[in-house]
């Protein structure tokens, strides 16, 4: 790793940080192209206000790809740009790592994993 990082890691962590946008990421990955309704339905616990930011800032990022079709009522698809694709090996990393975590904490803790997963150390 290099000894320095200026500013280099957080803007990374600036696209991905955050309950819902990796979340978004697998949805879009996983069928390539969702409408804004498709992935209310598959995120069920996000808001309409805070999954419209997330998109937003994928978006802006040149994550995501935002198609608007002229309609009544509009149409609006995200899919990943080429170079959004480029998270993917970092996400599936991130998977196979969290995959091996959970593994590892049931490991340490057994059944009481079960009970910390859900709020954390106490």
């Known amino acids: ?16 940080v955050g309950k819902w946008k990796p979340v978004i990421l ?14 209310q339905r598959l995120i069920p616990g996000i808001t309409k206000k805070m999954l419209t930011a997330q998109l937003r800032e994928l978006e802006y990022h040149d994550i995501l790809h935002r198609e608007v079709y002229p309609q009544i009522p509009p149409k609006v698809e995200y899919s990943i740009t080429d170079y959004g694709k480029g998270l993917v090996p970092l996400l599936v990393s991130m998977h196979e790592w969290g995959v091996k975590h959970v593994e590892h904490l049931r490991d340490l803790y057994g059944d009481e994993w079960s009970q910390l997963s859900s709020s954390g150390p106490r």
Request: charged residues 20%; proline residues 7%.
């Open 1 to 16: 790793m290099p000894e320095e990082c200026p500013g280099t890691i957080e803007t990374a962590l600036d696209i991905l």
């Open 26 to 39: 697998y949805h879009i990955f996983q069928t390539g192209t969702l409408r804004f309704s498709e992935l």
